[in-house]
C-alpha cells in the first residue's frame, strides 16, 4: 500500500504508460475512424482516408468550445478562461469519445459497418471492448497531462488525500499556555545544539466568533525552532488556496512543508509559522473574501483568523511580522489583505493574483450577486482602488506570475505598478516554465521568503 500512495502521477512509470496508452488508444481509434474496405481487402481511400477523423476533430472543438462558453459565460463555473494547455489536452479525449461512438455504431448497427464497408464484426463484444479500451487510454493521457500541468497532485497519495489525512490536530503540548507572554524575540533567541529534524503539520478549526464564518479546518506549520525551549517569537504567514479548491492543496501542490523545512534548514531552524486557512467554507464556494451578501469572509480572515492565531499559538503579535499569502484566488485573497487591513498584514505573497475578485467574467454578475448592483460599494474595497486612494509606504508584496500564463502576468504587471505608485515596496517575478499553475506558488514561494526575511527579523 505504501507503493501505491508513494506512486508518482506527474513523471515514471506512471506518465510512460500514460502516454503509450494515449498513444495506442488514439492510434486504433483514428485508423479505424479513417479505414474502407475495397473487395476483400482493408485499404484507405486516398480522399477519404481522414474524413472521419477530421469531422471527429472539427466536432469535438466545437463542442468543447461550446461548454467552455457555457461554464465561463452562462454558468459562470469559473471567473477566468480555462489555459490554453487544457483546453488542447481536453480536446482529445472529446475527440476520441467521439471516434469511439462511431466506431460502436459501426459495430452493433445492423447491416454495414461504417467504418469498414462490411458488416458487423465476428466477435462484436470484443470489438466494442478493444474500443473502449483505446478510449480509456486516451483518457488516462489527458487526465494525466491536466495534472500535470496544474501541478496538483503529485502522488497518489495526494490523489487519495490519505497523508493530509494522517495530520494530527493540534495538541496542547503546541499551544501558547493560556495567558503566558510571546515567546523570546528573533534577535535574542539563541538556536539550541540539537534541532529537531524538520517541522511539523498540525490542523485545527479556526472558529469565526466574530464573522460567524464557518470555515473548513487550517492546517498549521511549526518550523523546528518552534519546538525549542524556549520558543522564538515567530513571524506569522497566512496562506489562502485557489478556488476552487481547499486549504489541504497547499500542502499538495505547493509542497509547502518540503519548501518550509528547507528554508528553515538555511536559517538555524526558523522560519514563519504558516496558518493555511480556508476563505470559501466548500470546495466550490467563493466569497470573495469580502464582507457581502455573500459571506462575512474579510471579518473571518481579519479579526477572527489573527486573533484564534495570537490567542493559540507562540508567535510575534506585531503586525510589521505577519504576511498574508495566496494562489490564484488565493493570491487576490492576499492582495484584498494587505491593502484592506495593512494594520494586520504588513506584507503578501500574491502568485497568479486576479486583477480583482470575480465570481463571473463579466462584472456585473459578480457585483450583483455580491453586492446586490451597487458598483460602488464593490469598487471601494477591490486592490486597485484602494492602491489608488490610500498610500501604503513600510508595506511590501512579491508577485510571481507563470511565464506561460499571460493573462495572469498582465494582472501582475497591472497589481505591482499599482503597488509601487502607492508606496509598496515591490518585487515582480515570471516563473519560467509555469503556467497558471501550483508549480508557480510552490518555485515562487521560496523567492517570496527570501524577500520578506529581512522584514520578519530571520537570520541569514
Known sequence: MDFLEDLRLVDGPVLWIAWAAGAAGVAYLLWHGARRRHGNTATPRRLGFLLVPAAAILAAAALLAGVHWLMIYAVSVFPEELPREVLAWSLLPVTA?????????GIWRPGRDPATGQGSPRHPARAAGVATGALLGVVLLSAVQING????????????????????????????APGAPAGVSLSEWTPPAELPDGGVLRRAVIPGTTSGFGSREAYIYLPPAYRTTPRPALPVLVLFSGQPGAPADWLTGGALRSRMDRYAAEHHGVSPVVVVVDPNGSASGNTLCMDSKIARADTFLAADVPAWINRTLDVDPDPSRWAAGGFSFGGTCAMQMVTRHPDVYSSALAFSSEKEPALAKEREKTIAASFGGDTEAFDR???????????????????????????FIGYMDLLSDAARSAGFTVEAHRIAGAGHSWETASRGLPGGLDFLASRWGIPQ
Open 97 to 105: 469519445l467521439l471516434l469511439w461512438a462511431f466506431r460502436l455504431w
Open 149 to 176: 500541468y496544474f501541478g496538483l497532485n503529485h502522488t497518489m497519495s495526494d490523489l487519495m488525500g490519505t497523508a493530509v489525512a494522517r495530520i494530527q490536530p493540534l495538541e496542547d503540548g503546541l499551544k501558547r
Open 381 to 407: 474595497q477591490t486592490p486597485l482602488r484602494l492602491m489608488k486612494d490610500n498610500r501604503f509606504d513600510g508595506h511590501a508584496i512579491y508577485f510571481g506570475a507563470g511565464e506561460r500564463d499571460p493573462e
